[in-house]
């Protein structure tokens, strides 16, 4: 069933008038008829309204509500992803691919290797399109909420922002430091994997509930930004022993919250 | 670094003579010159070779050993993909997410509900497509091997093939079933989720050291197919609550695998 992001304020009764963007692509695009069923999500509540429609007007869509549910396919964690800011084609991957695993908010991260700098005059259409995407992953994954890509931010205005989550979390190539350099050369180090475990496991026992997660561009961090991320807190994780391209980091990263958090 | 794959009869004394597509692509693609290094792999013994290039010839180019390790990136477990018959392009991409994230094998499977189905007179060009695919992505994550992408396979042949691993996962939407029915009405039901963790912690536990992972295509599995691998033995779990594309499915179950086993 097609599923569609509606305001509270859309529900009356037992009807529910669509309007807006949704319209032409209801009536237009997926060509749907009256007595067809849909499925309704209010933002905000996440509830959702099974309806059939009753009419189909030039600029709205008439729905009877058959059955409402609560029923919640959010993560208990609310993840922020605050991406290195890769090449567009990428960008558009991990924002449809963040929203389908779970994320909350996606944030791109100008950093020092990004190839890719947006042009200021162009950082609102940018956005724009962003968020259609950002939408759209949200429907056909029948999320109860649109997970929001935010403006372009520097390295340290995310650091900053990243200070509301409880937690940060930085996936870093660290395989190639010494173990015995990283833990102080105690007799039985960690693996870099059961540091990682450990540290996912103590957020999880703590029901932390917003986490934040850097992840570098194509060219990877530098290393003063790693180095600024630790004094700001974040954990230096690692996401496993084979070289992950920036795109599919945050996917295993959300995979991996999926896991652990999910109930 | 770039990395190349080499054949063990490539390896001479402290010289490793490269030959086939990888010297155009060494000499003309990436204009790589003499004195500079690459890392050559061995296959089969995924011994990793640090060498500089001595000479570079119309069909050869010539190397000079600097380092040699033996570092695994290979998951402690062997991964086989089943993939349900997606179209073309996401197919493609499940060869390069589930190479990059460590699987060893990739099978494509023609399901009830693939909507592709390869015309047999193209299979062998297809599969060397495949293959190609799987070689530039284990080269780009670093792979110690490379893994095969097989001929397409009847349900029932993956069944059977399936048979060799030591134990067989099914990823399916299984929130929409009562909890109570499937647990037989007990008075503490497990969630999906937690059924899912308690199987994966037994396989770890178990040490297995292969695993099959059936992903149902676009349209999912038909309830047949799910009843069949439930026959042959095969573990139902879940992804989590969202719903999840076929081609994010293999990723997500290559990055819990890897959560869980990677040492």
């Known amino acids: 069933m097609n599923q569609f992001f509606i305001d509270p304020s859309a529900v009356e009764g037992n009807r529910i008038?669509?309007?807006?963007?949704?319209?032409?692509?209801?009536?237009?695009?997926?060509?749907?008829?009256?007595?067809?069923?849909?499925q309704l999500v209010e933002q905000l509540s996440g509830l959702t309204?099974?309806?059939d429609i009753v009419s189909i007007e030039p600029?709205?869509?008439?729905?009877?509500?058959?059955d409402v549910q609560s029923e919640s396919r959010e993560l208990p964690v609310a993840v922020t992803i605050y991406q290195g800011m890769p090449k567009s084609d990428k960008f558009e991957f991990v924002i449809q691919k963040a929203v389908e695993l779970g994320a909350v908010r996606i944030v791109p991260v100008n950093m020092k290797r990004s190839v890719v700098k947006i042009d200021p005059s162009k950082v609102d259409k940018k956005c724009a399109r962003w968020n259609a995407i950002a939408e759209s992953a949200a429907s056909q994954s029948k999320r109860g909420v649109i997970p929001e890509v935010s403006v372009p931010m520097s390295f340290e205005d995310a650091i900053a922002d990243a200070g509301k989550c409880e937690a940060i979390l930085l996936p870093y190539e660290l395989a190639s430091a010494p173990v015995s350099e990283k833990d102080g050369g105690s007799s039985e180090p960690l693996s870099d994997m059961d540091r990682t475990r450990s540290i996912?496991?103590?957020?999880?026992?703590?029901?932390?509930?917003?986490?934040?997660?850097?992840?570098?561009?194509?060219?990877?961090?530098?290393?003063?930004?790693?180095?600024?991320?630790?004094?700001?807190?974040?954990?230096?994780?690692?996401?496993?022993?084979?070289?992950?391209?920036?795109?599919?980091?945050?996917?295993?990263i959300l995979s991996w919250i999926t896991y652990l958090f999910e109930k």
């Open 17 to 38: 008038t669509v309007t807006g963007d949704n319209v032409n692509h209801i009536a237009n695009v997926l060509r749907l008829r009256k007595g067809e069923s849909v």
């Open 49 to 51: 309204y099974y309806a």
């Open 59 to 66: 600029d709205s869509v008439v729905c009877e509500i058959q």
């Open 200 to 252: 996912l496991n103590e957020l999880r026992s703590h029901e932390v509930k917003s986490l934040g997660v850097f992840i570098g561009p194509e060219g990877g961090f530098d290393i003063t930004e790693v180095d600024r991320a630790c004094e700001a807190g974040a954990h230096i994780i690692t996401l496993g022993n084979r070289i992950l391209r920036t795109e599919t980091a945050p996917i295993a």
